[in-house]
């Protein structure tokens, strides 16, 4: 299966420029909706996060090194045990993007409620990273 990103400009509407993009994912073979569901269906949703992630960061940081991204997570890859050194070892230590410059956004959906709480949240912060809510 090959997976791509569309780079979805983020305007500032005072300035007038973008300030950033999001990562939407896309496939060939489905639409993206199809596609998470098959993966979760499957108990695969943390590998298709963090490939998405792994391959936006990689374009990303060939082309837009000063400006923000923001990549679509969900709650459960966000919290998985593995996600941070996984985001360390195979993917920050690879590129020459700033860790501010990344911004993780959360999809929020029923399944994943009982995710939230305060282990988890405290995990995310001491990460460093930015986190932003969905609010699809």
């Given at each position: 299966m090959d997976i791509f990103h569309h780079f979805q400009p983020i305007y500032d509407f005072v300035s007038k420029k973008v300030f950033g993009y999001e990562a939407l994912l896309r496939c060939n073979d489905?639409?993206?909706?199809?596609?998470?569901?098959?993966?979760?269906?499957?108990?695969?949703?943390?590998?298709?996060?963090?490939?998405?992630?792994?391959?936006?960061?990689?374009?990303?940081?060939?082309?837009?090194?000063?400006?923000?991204?923001?990549?679509?997570?969900?709650?459960?890859?966000?919290?998985?045990s593995s996600f941070f050194s996984?985001?360390?070892?195979?993917?920050?230590?690879?590129?020459?993007?700033?860790?501010?410059?990344?911004?993780?956004?959360?999809?929020?959906?029923?399944?994943e409620e009982e995710l939230w709480n305060l282990q988890h949240l405290r995990t995310v912060a001491n990460s460093r990273s930015r986190i932003s809510i969905s609010n699809r």
């Open positions: 489905s639409n993206p909706e199809e596609l998470f569901t098959m993966f979760i269906n499957d108990n695969k949703l943390y590998e298709l996060d963090t490939l998405s992630i792994r391959k936006a960061l990689e374009v990303f940081n060939e082309k837009n090194k000063q400006d923000i991204i923001f990549i679509n997570v969900y709650l459960s890859t966000l919290f998985h996984f985001l360390e070892e195979e993917v920050m230590s690879k590129i020459d993007l700033k860790r501010e410059n990344i911004v993780f956004e959360i999809n929020e959906t029923r399944r």
